[in-house]
């Protein structure tokens, strides 16, 4: 009777643990409605996507590119190609498809985007570093960085931007127009604001954001985010 009962004692305690593990992945009342308004993510969803910010994420480079050059690597090894650039900031391409990753000084990874003309991004636009490194993974046949001049956009392509500096502060209505993508607002020492667009004809999404000076903008797994300016 002893066993019966401590089998059975065990058998509840595993089946509340796990109620319990299964719980937290239900989102609350207040997650759903703001995915339903604004497609944004939040709670554990949110934090499977983004992992904690590299403060390297808000480096900030003479945007006049002085030391700043192209690099063009026309074959790329199966055991991948790291660079080290020129402070500056570029736009970098590669073909066919791979993955495209970038560590700070310490060799901590600041940012990783697929990128290329069969999958994710077809480029990916960071401020860079001397001290950084590039990599290029192996899925590569050829690589192409550009240095990147600055102006004031609408559009934006995956990468890092500066509210101020790349677009202007405001309202914006923000969507894409194929395949599907996120926009993650850093702002330093605040927690990151995340939200999902899904581009075509049946199921697009819009939402609306509020930029303002001192933020900065990752735009990944997409091209390229249209933001038209609202009046609220």
């Known amino acids: 009777m002893k066993n019966i009962i401590h089998n059975g004692g065990v058998l509840v305690f595993v089946w509340l643990l796990l109620s319990g593990c299964q719980a937290k992945h239900i ?22 996507l983004i992992k904690p910010v590299n403060p390297a994420i808000f480096t ?9 050059e192209d690099v063009s690597v026309p074959v790329v090894p199966k055991t991948g190609e790291e660079l080290t650039l020129k402070t500056g900031r570029y736009m970098i391409t590669g073909y066919p498809t791979g993955n495209i990753s970038i560590f700070d000084s310490e060799g901590e990874q600041i940012l990783r985007e697929i990128v290329g003309d069969y ?7 960071v401020s860079v570093e001397e001290s950084y490194t590039v990599r290029a993974d192996g899925g590569y046949d050829s690589i192409n960085i550009f240095t990147a001049p600055t102006s004031l956009k609408t559009d934006l392509t995956a990468g890092i931007w500066e509210v101020g500096t ?19 607002i850093l702002e330093k020492e605040k927690d990151s604001i995340l939200y999902e667009l ?28 249209t933001f038209r300016p609202t009046n609220s």
């Open 27 to 48: 989102p609350t009342a207040e997650q759903t409605v703001r995915y339903e308004q604004n497609y944004e993510l939040t709670g554990e969803e949110k934090d499977e």
């Open 60 to 68: 900030t480079v003479d945007r006049n590119n002085p030391e700043a």
């Open 119 to 125: 999958a994710g991004a077809t480029s990916l636009t």
């Open 166 to 184: 790349d677009i202007k502060a405001g309202t914006y209505t923000i969507s894409l127009e194929q395949g599907y993508g996120y926009l993650q």
């Open 198 to 225: 899904i581009g075509g004809t049946i199921g697009r999404t819009e939402s609306i954001v509020k930029l303002k000076e001192g933020q900065w903008l990752r735009v990944t797994d997409a091209s390229l985010i």
